[in-house]
């Protein structure tokens, strides 16, 4: 009885606590900062005036970098985004919040997103320790040809890409659904703020499922072709969709998305539950 009072104490202590409130609204204002500047400089793209920087995680921390206190503000997001793995980390092992937080499902679910965010929090960190190395898309392309060079590789990065493609999906698909009201806590909040919210969450998040989409295809096309170079990063993934029937539109819409998606992230630092 002891054993399982002190278990439901440290649940209870993980999910309501201050540690884990902190780590989870730090983490979500650095991504908002990482999507806010990928927009833009998607945007820049658009129309022609990139200067040539990438518009992926890379180009945004150069673009952090130049500006004043720059170091300090890329260690910060860095930072955050350690706190947004433990986060995730938090919610793998003793459940996210809400009534529902504690299945299988949502816990595994936890857990990818925890390997993913200490990936990306070790890469800003690499950066700002001045580790620059290579960019997105090489990386991608890397990446991609060590993994094809595994026993069954290419079925490898296949699942990967398929695994990608999937996740950018969904993300777009509950976007579109507003699945994310149920995360936030705005009862008392001005009715206008609520739809500037939720107007937010869903052009941010169809945007960000696109992305993910697209580059997730990318992938599989590698693993079809055997071929690593038809992978793509988060920079020519963007600059691909200058190549559809719709030129470069369809980039400033994917832009605009993300940049709204880094104000959702803020939005969603001020108002999640976690």
Known sequence: MGNRRASRGVRAASRGGGGREVTARCGLLARGVLYALIGMLALRVAIGDAGGQEADRQGALQE???KPFGGVLVWAVGTGLVGMMLWRLSEAVFGA?????GKPLK????AGRTVFYAAVAFSVL?????????SGDQQSRD???????LPAGRWLVGAAGLGIAVAGTVI???A???????????SGVAARWRAAVGFLGVTGGLARGALFAAVGGFVVYAAVRYDPAQAKGIDDTLRSFTRTPAGPWLLVAVALGLM???AFSWAMARWREV
Do not use: E, I
């Open 64 to 66: 952090l970098m130049g």
């Open 97 to 101: 919040a809400g009534p529902d937080g």
């Open 107 to 110: 816990r595994l679910a936890s």
């Open 126 to 134: 690499s950066f700002a320790a001045g580790g620059g190395g290579h």
């Open 143 to 149: 990446m991609t040809a060590r993994a094809m060079d």
């Open 172 to 174: 777009a698909v509950q």
């Open 176 to 186: 579109a659904r507003r699945s994310f009201r149920k995360h936030l806590t705005m």
């Open 260 to 262: 709204l998606f880094g």
